[in-house]
């Protein structure tokens, strides 16, 4: 079965804080997701890669940037936290035609 | 502007009786459609999915019927059990742009919460 990894099921950070969302997966995909997920707002795609180093921006990328330097690795990085990004945020990996393989997401609250 | 639209955001239903979940799109791009459900402080878990050129795809309780000239999907679960309850998001694919078709793109719905009433 495929993994996909989250780091840290629960986070809280500080506003201006500087914060590395991690999601590593372990069946050589191509393709990695960074989405957030919000009450009555569903779930909105932030950043996506679909090769090392390669990454493009979803719906809603202000605020956020990432980093793909390995395939299995794909970050997501709040450059100055803000309470607006508190959030549940999922991580997803697939290869191309396949469906999504989602990790168990990470629940930010910035204070 | 909202492409892939869930206008019920909860469902109840009885125990044992069907369930009917509806999701309408608008983007005639998109090929190929999913169902994810979703429990709490989890991430969501693939269901079912149906693509374009089909009108219903089953696995056991759960049957997806898609009309394409209505641009409506539907997530049928007969029978319902308590187990059912969650939030499920209807979810829609087309190629993500500037990955040169090699990466399809997913979006999601708002999500449907299902409650099955003992």
């Known amino acids: 079965d495929v993994k996909v990894t989250q780091s840290s099921r629960y986070l809280v950070k500080r506003t201006g804080e500087k914060v590395f969302l991690e999601c590593v997966q372990d069946?050589?995909?191509?393709?990695m997701f960074w989405y957030r997920q919000d009450p009555g707002l569903g779930l909105r795609l932030i950043y996506f890669?679909?090769?090392?180093?390669?990454?493009e921006k979803g719906d809603i990328p202000e605020g956020y940037s990432v980093s793909r330097e390995k395939k299995e690795r794909f970050s997501l990085i709040l450059e100055s936290a803000s309470t607006n990004q508190t959030s549940m945020y999922l991580c997803a990996s697939t290869k191309t035609g396949d469906g999504y393989t989602f990790g168990s997401g990470t629940r930010l609250t910035v204070v | 502007d909202q492409q892939v639209k869930q206008n019920s955001p909860s469902l109840s239903v009885q125990e044992g009786r069907i369930s009917i979940l509806n999701c309408d799109y608008t983007?005639?791009?998109?090929?190929?459609f999913l169902w994810y459900k979703k429990y709490p402080a989890e991430g969501p878990t693939f269901l079912i999915s149906i693509s374009s050129i089909k009108d219903k795809n089953e696995d056991g309780r759960f049957t997806v019927f898609l009309n394409k000239s209505a641009k409506h999907l539907s997530l049928h679960i007969v029978p319902s059990q308590p187990g059912d309850s969650a939030v499920y998001f209807c979810?829609?694919?087309?190629?993500?742009?500037?990955?040169?078709?090699?990466?399809?793109?997913?979006?999601f719905g708002k999500g449907t919460h299902l409650i099955i009433q003992p």
């Open positions: 069946m050589d995909h191509e393709n």
């Open positions: 890669s679909y090769d090392v180093k390669m990454k």
């Open positions: 979810a829609a694919s087309a190629p993500l742009p500037h990955s040169g078709g090699g990466a399809d793109g997913l979006t």
């Open positions: 983007n005639s791009m998109f090929d190929y």
